[in-house]
Structures are given as structure tokens and as C-alpha cells.
């Protein structure tokens, strides 16, 4: 079993930056492909980035391309998701999630952290 814990969220106003971390319990954290997803009020879970194993691959939605960037330290067993020029539509609850195939379906992922709150203001 794996547990996740989100931290790093906050409120920023636009064009600002925050950097969310995610770590991981156990010792298997190496063995997951780790993704980072997104959900607003009535809105569906979205995806945001995902890693490979390794951390020599990485993937973004098209809305973050150039802003967020996805890192991961398995030594250390966490992962980071460093967001720069915020927008207010990025508000949200943010997840760390972690699956065995890398993927921006929520179903590919078995473990989840709580999540934690992300807030631009304009």
C-alpha cells in the first residue's frame, strides 16, 4: 500500500507561481508512473502532467504546456509540479496520483493523495 500527501497549494494571484509536492510512503514509489490532476467545482477530475518511472518523460495538457513543470526524486520518494504564470482558471484541487502506465485517464492511477487547493485570484 501505497499513501500520498499533497502539499504546496495556496492562494496566489495571476501570473504567480506555487510549487506542489507529493510525497510517497514505502519503498515501491520508483515503480509508478506519478501523474498530477486537477478538479473545480463541478467539474470532472481533469488531468494536468504525468512522469515516467525514471523521470526522463513527461507529459502535459495542452493548457499547462510551457507554465508547469513535472519532476519527481525516487531517492527521496516525492515528486513536484512547479507552476509558473498562474491563471485563475487553474484554480483547483490538486492530486498527486500514481499508476502503472502513464496515462490522462483517472482509471490508470491506484493511489491518491487528498488533495491539495490551488487559488489564483485576478
Known amino acids: 500500500q501505497v499513501q500520498l500527501v499533497e502539499s504546496g497549494g495556496g492562494l496566489v494571484q495571476a501570473g504567480g507561481s506555487l510549487r506542489l509536492s507529493c510525497a510517497a510512503s514505502?519503498?515501491?514509489?520508483?515503480?509508478?508512473?506519478m501523474g498530477w490532476f486537477r478538479q473545480a467545482p463541478g467539474k470532472e477530475r481533469e488531468f494536468v502532467a504525468a512522469i515516467s518511472r525514471s523521470g526522463d518523460s513527461s507529459y502535459y495538457v495542452d493548457s499547462v504546456k510551457g507554465r508547469f513543470t513535472i519532476s519527481r526524486d525516487n531517492a527521496k520518494n516525492t515528486g513536484d509540479l512547479q507552476m509558473n504564470s498562474l491563471k485563475p482558471e487553474d484554480t483547483a484541487v490538486y492530486y498527486c496520483a500514481l499508476g502503472l502506465v502513464t496515462s490522462g485517464m483517472t482509471d490508470r492511477y491506484y493511489y491518491w493523495g487528498q488533495g491539495t487547493q490551488v487559488t489564483v485570484s485576478s
Open positions: 514505502g519503498r515501491t514509489f520508483s515503480s509508478y508512473v
